[in-house]
């Protein structure tokens, strides 16, 4: 069964960083774009990025745009995302997805990591 | 402001149908596959509908997808309590290199 489990979700103060990883197994993580998608609280679903196979295609929501950014180590299986310069509105529950087919067919979720940018 | 636009609230009562639209442009729906995707409530989002009309194993028939043009549709019959969620249209756009979303849509069964 395909299991992504996000981790490095917590309190931190406008300004500050955050590194969130997602640790991807029961499938090979290698072969499939990987993507973050947030969801503030009683809002909806909001894209953040998408990291290709390789790391050789990589997109960011203009919101996220050189503040954030989305990495991936397929030796360990693993997907990141470094948050720089939080906002308050970046507080959200973020979520690993994984692409199964084209155009943004998320087939898999993470159970998400909760991150709260506040003073 | 959402780049897909989805009403925000359905409702119908319990055994008839309902309908949600999900609407976008040509850079977007125009050109691109649709899935759509079921929130129940405290939960994390599930796939219901991708390629535009295609279900995962395991979703009832009672969920159905279509699209024309720069809209897609997501259809639901048979309609149980336990349908209540937010249901998310998504695609990917090639004008803004970036993955959408509609706003969401609240399903209530009366």
């Known amino acids: 069964q395909v299991q992504l489990v996000e981790s490095g979700g917590g309190v931190v103060q406008p300004g500050r960083s955050l590194r969130l990883s997602c640790a991807a197994s029961?499938?090979?993580?290698?072969?499939?774009?990987m993507h973050w998608v947030r969801q503030a609280p009683g809002k909806g679903l909001e894209w953040v990025a998408v990291?290709?196979?390789?790391?050789?295609?990589?997109h960011y929501a203009d919101s996220v745009k050189a503040r954030f950014t989305i990495s991936r180590d397929n030796s360990r299986n693993t997907l990141y995302l470094q948050m720089d310069g939080l906002r308050p509105e970046d507080t959200a529950v973020y979520y690993c997805?994984?692409?199964?087919?084209?155009?943004?067919?998320?087939?898999?979720w993470g159970q998400g990591t909760p991150v709260t940018v506040s003073s | 402001q959402s780049v897909l636009t989805q009403p925000p609230s359905v409702s119908a009562a319990a055994g008839q149908k309902v309908t949600i639209s999900c609407s976008g442009s040509?850079?977007?729906?125009?050109?691109?596959?649709v899935s759509w995707y079921q929130q129940l409530p405290g939960t994390v989002p599930k796939l219901l509908i991708y390629?535009?009309?295609k279900r995962p194993s395991g979703i009832p028939d009672r969920f159905s997808g279509s699209k024309s043009g720069t809209s897609a549709t997501l259809g639901i019959t048979g309609l149980q309590t336990g349908d209540e969620a937010d249901y998310y249209c998504?695609?990917?756009?090639?004008?803004?290199?970036?993955?959408?979303f509609g706003g969401g849509t609240k399903l209530t069964v009366l």
């Open positions: 390629e535009n009309n």
């Open positions: 040509s850079s977007n729906i125009g050109q691109r596959h």
């Open positions: 029961e499938f090979s993580f290698r072969a499939y774009p």
């Open positions: 990291d290709s196979f390789d790391g050789n295609y990589i």
């Open positions: 997805v994984r692409e199964g087919g084209a155009d943004c067919r998320f087939d898999y």
């Open positions: 998504g695609t990917w756009d090639g004008s803004l290199s970036a993955g959408v």
